[in-house]
């Protein structure tokens, strides 16, 4: 146990809302990710953390933002959702000396009506 | 980004021996992965190689051949509990890890 949590863990809303997914950690992890995991797609990154304020846009970033203020959390926010961010969105961290040994958190499912 | 290849779905019998396989872009990957995700929980990390060869853990191991884009994950002694899905990937120069869609394995008793 890594000492994940993201919340909320369902999560149902409207095209055209904002949505802001949080994931936090009580280890003191300095890399953070955010991934979406969609059917026939696998896990995609969205972005990910460096550390305090610094972060990267992954693979998928369009049409999401992140935040890192305090180690400890790390953000994802949907500025406007869309029915196509339907999916289950995973949260994880790695030692710095570790890129491929990833730790997830329980997961998001989020759906956009 | 990069292609990444497994089959989509295997099925093997309790106790037997299965091989997944996975095959890659040869160029931009430093090294690749293995992690096994049942069915709605999160996926765990398995095993890694960064060099060509057999790495072993238990009842699981990581085979890669850099050269020919190719990996394969080596289970034995089945249990039913193995019934999961097992995704390849890797990474290239950014801090970023690149996955496979996934091969669901069904273990049937």
């Known amino acids: 146990d890594a000492g994940i949590t993201q919340s909320p863990r369902h999560k149902v809303t409207e095209t055209g809302t904002p949505v802001t997914l949080r994931c936090h950690q009580t280890?003191?992890?300095?890399?953070m990710y955010w991934y979406r995991q969609d059917p026939g797609h696998g896990l995609r990154l969205i972005h990910y953390?460096?550390?305090?304020?610094?972060?990267d846009k992954g693979e998928v970033s369009d049409g999401y933002s992140v935040s890192r203020s305090k180690t400890e959390d790390f953000l994802l926010t949907l500025e406007s959702a869309t029915s196509s961010q339907t999916s289950v969105y995973f949260c994880?961290?790695?030692?710095?000396?570790?890129?491929?040994?990833?730790?997830f958190g329980p997961g998001t499912r989020l759906t956009v009506t | 980004g990069q292609n990444i290849d497994q089959p989509t779905e295997m099925t093997a019998t309790e106790g037997a021996i299965v091989q997944i396989n996975c095959t890659y872009q040869?160029?931009?990957?430093?090294?690749l992965f293995w992690y096994q995700q049942h069915a709605g929980e999160a996926p765990t990390f398995l095993s890694y190689?960064?060099?060509?060869g057999l790495e072993e853990k238990g009842r699981f191991s990581s085979f890669l051949s850099r050269s020919k884009g190719y990996s394969y994950l080596l289970l034995k002694e089945l249990q039913m509990k193995d019934s999961a899905s097992y995704l390849c990937?890797?990474?290239?120069?950014?801090?970023?890890?690149?996955f496979g869609s996934g091969t669901q394995l069904t273990v049937l008793p």
């Open positions: 994880a961290i790695s030692e710095g000396g570790s890129l491929y040994e990833q730790y």
């Open positions: 280890e003191n992890h300095r890399y």
């Open positions: 953390s460096y550390g305090v304020k610094d972060t």
């Open positions: 040869t160029s931009g990957f430093n090294g």
């Open positions: 190689n960064v060099l060509d």
């Open positions: 990937g890797g990474s290239g120069s950014a801090r970023q890890l690149t």
